[in-house]
Every structure is written in C-alpha cells, then in structure tokens.
C-alpha cells in the first residue's frame, strides 16, 4: 500500500478538492484542524499569487500564443493585447465531457486557438490541472492554519454531468499523475514565471505521458452532491428531499436528492430520473451581451473592425456581464464610439428571454420530478440548493423561489440562502458571502462521504 493510501486509512490525512470550473477553478481543503477539533474546512487562496481579480478564484483560461503559453488571469490579460494572435482557450472542462474521451483529448486544438499545432486538448488540460496543482501546493504552504503536512493531501476532483463509472473518472486520474510530475519537473516555474515556453512544455509534456507522478486522486465527487454536502457540511439535520440548482459558467445542472440512512451512516441517495443538464450557463448572457454591443456598431463598419471588437468583447464579457449586473449599466468603445447597454436593454433582449425561458421551463421539469417522488414519500417539503455563479444573479433567485404552477400548493418549497449557516458565522464570511455560491462545488467535494464507485484508492 502507498503511503498516501495508508494515511487516508488510519485518518491522518488530509485532503484538497478541485473544481476545475469552465470559467474558474476552485480548490478547497478539508483537515483535521490543529487543535484536533472538528474538521478545517476552507477554500485555498490559489489565485493570490498570480493578480487574479479574486484569491480564490483562477480563471480557466490559456493563451497559446507566439511560442508561449499563458495560464489564467495572466492569459487573458495577454490575449487582450492588440498584437496576440491566438483566441483565448477556455471551456476545456468540455473536452472531458465528449461522447469518447480519448478521441476528444488526442485531438489538436483549433488552429485558432493554437497556430503552432503542436498541442492536442489532453496537453491543454494536462498544462492546466498542473498549473493549479502548483499553485495549491504553494497556498496550502501560505496558510496558517495548515500544518507542513498538508502538501501530501490526498486528492479529489469534481465531475460534472459524466456519470461515476464512466471512462472520464479514470483519464481524470491519469491526467492527475501526468500533472503531478509536470509539476515536479518545473516546480515554481509554472507560477513565477509569467508563461512557459512551448518547447518546454512539449518536452515536459512527453516526458510526462511516458513516466507519470502520483497524482494522490482519491476519488471524484458529482459535482451536484458535492454542492449539497457543502450547505450541510456542519448541519445536525440534513432535509429529506433536496434539489440542487447548480448554474455555472457553462452548464446549468440539476440533481435531486433523498435523505437515506440514520445517524452516522445518514447520507444523501440521488433521485436519478431528476437529474438533467442543460447546456446553458452564464456563458449564454455573455454571448448574448456580445451580440447585443455587435448589434450597436455602425453597419457601415468595415468587417476587419467588426471582428476585433467582437475578439475584445469575448475576453471581457464575463467582466461585462458581472458590471452590468452589479450596477445596472456597462460600456465598451470601438473606433472612438462609447455604447451602453442597461440591464432592461438584457431583460427586453430576445435572445436573454429564450434563455431564461429555457432555465425555468428545465427547472419546472426537475422540481415536478422531486415533488412526485416527495408526495409519494409523503414528505412536506423540498429543499432547493442554490450553487454556482449563477445563483448571485437576481431573475435567477426569482425564479428558484417562483417556480410558478409546479407546486400546485401541494407542497412547501425552501430556497436556501446562497451561503449555508457554518460560513455566515465564520471570520471569512465578509469576504467570501459573494463567491460562496461558485466555491460550494470545492468544499462539498472535500468534505463529502465517498460513494464506492467514486473511489480510486
Ligand atoms: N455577481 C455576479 N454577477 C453576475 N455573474 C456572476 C456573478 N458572480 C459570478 N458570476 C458568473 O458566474 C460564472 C461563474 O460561475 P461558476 O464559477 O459557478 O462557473 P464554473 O464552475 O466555472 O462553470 P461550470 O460549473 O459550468 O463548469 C461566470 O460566468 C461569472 O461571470
Ligand atoms: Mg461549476
């Protein structure tokens, strides 16, 4: 037996949660606390050594651009200069999500995204969860509250719609090993450096795939169950019926749960003819407020200005988007003209309206599939979890808490706060209220009971 595997035996060790997210990765740590008292659950401020917006925040991005890669923040600052002439990679999460995963990872990525060809998506993703392997190593070293040991943590991941026994469980692992001896070979230059050579990483890359590293995967953790789990990490009583609403970058995910077992041994049980994805996510209000700007630019413009300022509105939408939502207006400029667009120019946009549409008709349908399995259980109540991004946005709260005629006043429906009870009274909660909802994922995910297909080791 490896000595991490005897660790997570006997108890001792402890364990990291990634969530490698379509628009930002997360990781979290769950510890014995120093104390011994009950466990230390945190997310880690892995985006504080690179100038990401947020700490805890890293955004899935990278830039292939010019004989360099970028990672994160620094890849969409680089990808924002007028001379960059790659497109921004993001949503690499999706490449896991392919029909075959092995096909869709040998594949090149788009000359668009990668002029060199020397990259297929596997190195895309094997270069990132090593970047966010060195940069959690490096967090867990700057928090105190952390013992040394803590950089030997045991592993988990969270997996999004793929089911736990299906082919992406174990590339995810492998991925995990080849990472972790990417990040061996190039130890801090994967975060000092401000990007990486593409001869280097190539090298790095081969040398990975034909001799791994352990990458300590534990195990993978639905994504959804791992959102629940978070709001009860600390609870003394966990509901009997529980729909999460995760709406994140890319997807918006739907899974139901039923409260199973007593005392210890209580656990959440999936309700599987409830659980749905629908390929839409905040990334949707980001296209159509980038259609919104294109719509305003003077016809008359030639087709060369069009495409550059449609290439400068991709990289910023998300910080469009958060702008417009936070003060009810945004900007952007192209050839010297300022255009604004106010959140009831979205509201009143056919395209935001066919989405929304989409969300609450995919949420109608989740919900009246919990509440026929609770009435016939003879339960009272549903518990609606909201998580991701997503759930900070005002229609969507609506909407969780007006599911219109679904309920039939058969049933009473709960809609939780966006930040569950354990972190409201925490030191942190000033500082992580307006996130807490895309971290849910991570922190679920390393506190949550194993189910036996989930585990690796
Ligand atoms: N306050 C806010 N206002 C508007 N949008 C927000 C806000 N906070 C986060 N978002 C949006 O939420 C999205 C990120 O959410 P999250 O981190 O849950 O997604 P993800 O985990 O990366 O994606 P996925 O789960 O689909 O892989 C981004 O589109 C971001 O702009
Ligand atoms: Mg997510």
Redesign the pocket.
């Given at each position: 037996m490896s000595d991490v595997a005897e660790q997570v035996q006997t108890g001792a060790l402890w364990r990291t949660c990634v969530?490698l997210?379509?628009?930002?990765s997360k990781v979290s740590v769950c510890a014995r606390a120093q104390d011994g008292r009950g466990p230390f659950l945190h997310p880690l401020k892995i985006g504080s050594f690179t100038g990401e917006p947020n700490p805890y925040?890293v955004q899935?991005a990278m830039l292939f651009d010019r004989d360099r890669i970028h990672f994160g923040i620094r890849a969409t600052e680089a990808a924002s200069h007028e001379e960059c002439i790659s497109e921004l990679l993001q949503s690499f999460?999706m490449f896991l999500a392919a029909r075959d995963v092995e096909e869709s990872l040998s594949l090149k990525l788009k000359r668009t995204t990668d002029p060199s060809n020397l990259f297929t998506q596997r190195d895309a993703l094997t270069l990132y969860t090593a970047y966010v392997l060195s940069l959690t190593e490096r967090a867990i070293k700057r928090e105190p509250r952390l013992s040394n040991d803590a950089h030997i943590s045991q592993r988990r991941y969270a997996y999004?719609i793929w089911g736990p026994d299906t082919k992406a469980n174990a590339v995810v692992a492998r991925l995990f090993d080849e990472a972790q001896a990417i990040v061996t070979e190039l130890g801090g230059d994967l975060v000092e450096a401000d990007s990486l050579a593409f001869e280097v990483a190539r090298a790095s890359l081969d040398r990975a795939r034909s001799k791994p590293g352990f990458g300590r995967v534990e195990a993978g953790v639905f994504?959804a169950q791992a959102a629940s789990e978070c709001h009860f990490a600390f609870a003394t009583e966990i509901p009997e019926f529980v729909l999460v609403f995760?709406?994140?970058?890319?997807?918006t995910d739907f899974a139901s749960f039923r409260r199973a077992g007593d005392g210890a041994a209580r656990h959440l049980e999936e309700i599987l003819v409830a659980r749905r994805t629908l390929a839409l996510?905040?990334?949707e209000i980001?296209n159509v407020l980038v259609a919104m700007f294109i719509d305003k630019t003077p016809k008359a413009s030639p087709a060369s200005v069009k495409r550059a300022f449609w290439k400068r509105l991709k990289v910023r939408a998300?910080q469009l988007?958060?702008t417009l939502?936070?003060e009810g207006v945004c900007h952007a400029t192209s050839q010297g003209k300022k255009m604004t667009i106010r959140l009831n120019d979205l509201y009143r946009d056919k395209g935001f309206r066919d989405f929304k549409a989409s969300l609450r008709g995919a949420y109608q349908d989740c919900l009246s599939r919990v509440l026929r399995e609770a009435l016939a259980a003879g339960a009272q109540r549903v518990d609606v979890i909201p998580a991701?991004?997503?759930a900070?946005?005002p229609f969507v709260q609506n909407m969780l808490s007006s599911p219109g005629a679904t309920l039939r006043g058969q049933m009473r429906l709960r809609v939780h706060p966006n930040i569950p009870g354990w972190i409201e009274n925490g030191d942190d909660a000033d500082r992580l209220g307006?996130?807490f909802?895309?971290l849910a994922?991570s922190l679920g995910g390393a506190i949550a009971p194993l189910r036996p297909s989930e585990a690796h080791f």
């Open positions: 969530d997210g379509t628009s930002a925040l899935s999460k999004p994504e995760d709406m994140g970058a890319g997807t996510g905040c990334d980001d998300r988007k958060e939502f936070r991701g991004g997503g900070m946005l307006p996130i909802p895309q994922v």
